[in-house]
């Protein structure tokens, strides 16, 4: 049985536009940046940009280590923290961050953030992060060097543990007008979505009275309300809007690590025939001891017995007429007993011979 084949033959359902596009310039934006954990359990580090970084916080509190003294630091760990700055937040609100060791650390587990400051792409500061974290890893080590490690101990999280300073201003109120953004880019689908909003807002492109207008297969442009309220209430009718996007195109997807196949529901089979079968050939080797008898005269001696067996499966052939849908491929090949590996050989040979309609994709 082909049981890495997943079909996709459900009808395209009628959704809701928040649910198929965005609004250009309303995202989130990237944060990242570098800090100490302390309170470790021994798990920590001893680089020499964990000890360089302890010594500068230690210096900004006023305290100063001569150059000479090495500190013992295995229950601290130089992080990286990044974060995800979501649209419209506003300084004082808190995010969630997730804290990673960029050293020799062992474990965060028990570890503590202290204050780091997260920069985004300009530079500027947008949120600090401070806190304990959550690690849902652990690791144990024995003295003879064995070792067991379950998860990522070495990665935590804190929730609500950044403290945003600095919002980042939208693109929502940038122009006369809203760009709609598909998930999907595709041609059908955008005017779809425009005609959708003019005939819901009582527009009539034909007179030339249209509030939405496909730019390219991506992007719908709307003409929205100048005012700050207006637009926001704009914005909530509009994204609530439902329509059938178009039938998504014609094909297969082969995930060549797990064997995963998934075909459209309009995949067509040009006439072809197809073989199936298989050679095995089997070599083993084999060691002897080949020992004298005791009354003649001889040396005992190790042989080596090698043993080739081929075995030639029984190959079958089934054929396919114009039109073949889906449906009955997977039926065909269910029935010379193909495996996930086997059926990714027949597609990529019938996508040479030129028999499979539909975009083959390997990954």
């Known amino acids: 049985m082909v049981c890495g084949v997943l079909l ?17 310039g309303v995202r989130s934006n990237q ?5 100490l954990v302390v309170g470790l359990p021994g798990t920590g580090e001893q ?20 150059s000479g003294v090495k500190p013992k630091i295995k229950n601290v760990a130089a992080v990286a923290v990044h974060a995800e700055l979501p649209p419209f937040v506003k300084p004082g609100q ?33 949120a600090v992060a401070q806190g304990s974290l959550v690690v849902s890893g652990f690791g144990a080590e024995g003295a003879d060097g064995s070792r067991i490690v379950a998860n990522t101990p070495t990665v935590g999280r804190i929730a609500n543990g950044a403290l ?13 007008y809203l760009t709609l953004n598909l998930n999907y880019p595709d041609f059908s689908t955008a005017k779809a979505l425009a005609d959708t909003i003019n ?31 207006q637009r926001v209430g704009f914005v909530a009718t509009l994204e609530n809007f439902e329509f059938t996007p178009a039938d998504a195109p014609a094909r297969v997807v082969i995930n060549s690590r797990t064997g995963t196949i998934v075909i459209g529901q309009d995949v067509r089979l040009m006439p072809a025939a197809i073989t199936h079968g298989g ?38 052939m089934f054929k396919f007429d114009p039109g073949v849908t889906l449906d009955q491929l997977v039926r065909a090949v269910n029935q010379v007993g193909a495996a996930p590996g086997d059926l990714m050989a027949i597609l ?9 309609q539909g975009e083959l994709i390997i990954i």
């Open 164 to 176: 945003v300073e600095r919002s980042v201003a939208s693109g929502l109120m940038q122009n006369d």
């Open 94 to 126: 808190t995010i969630d961050v997730t804290v990673s060791s960029i050293g020799e650390a062992a474990s965060l587990q028990g570890g503590t953030l202290l204050q780091t400051f997260l920069k985004g792409l300009d530079g500027n500061i947008y």
């Open 199 to 229: 005939q819901r807002l009582g527009a009539d492109p034909q007179k030339g009275y249209a509030l939405a207008t496909p730019i390219d297969a991506a992007s719908v442009r709307v003409t929205a309300p100048r005012d700050v309220g």
């Open 348 to 356: 990529e040979a019938l996508r040479e011979a030129g028999a499979l």
């Open 47 to 66: 680089s020499p940009f964990t000890e360089q970084s302890f010594r500068t916080m230690l210096a900004n509190f006023g305290i100063k280590m001569d």
């Open 279 to 316: 050679l095995t050939v089997t070599i083993s080797e084999n060691q002897t001891v080949s020992q004298p008898n005791a009354l003649a005269e001889g040396q005992t001696v190790v042989t080596n017995q090698s043993i080739v067996d081929v075995n030639l499966d029984d190959s079958r």
């Open 8 to 24: 996709c033959m459900q009808p395209v359902m009628a959704q809701r536009i928040k649910d198929l596009a965005s609004i250009q």
């Open 31 to 35: 944060l990242v940046g570098y800090g």
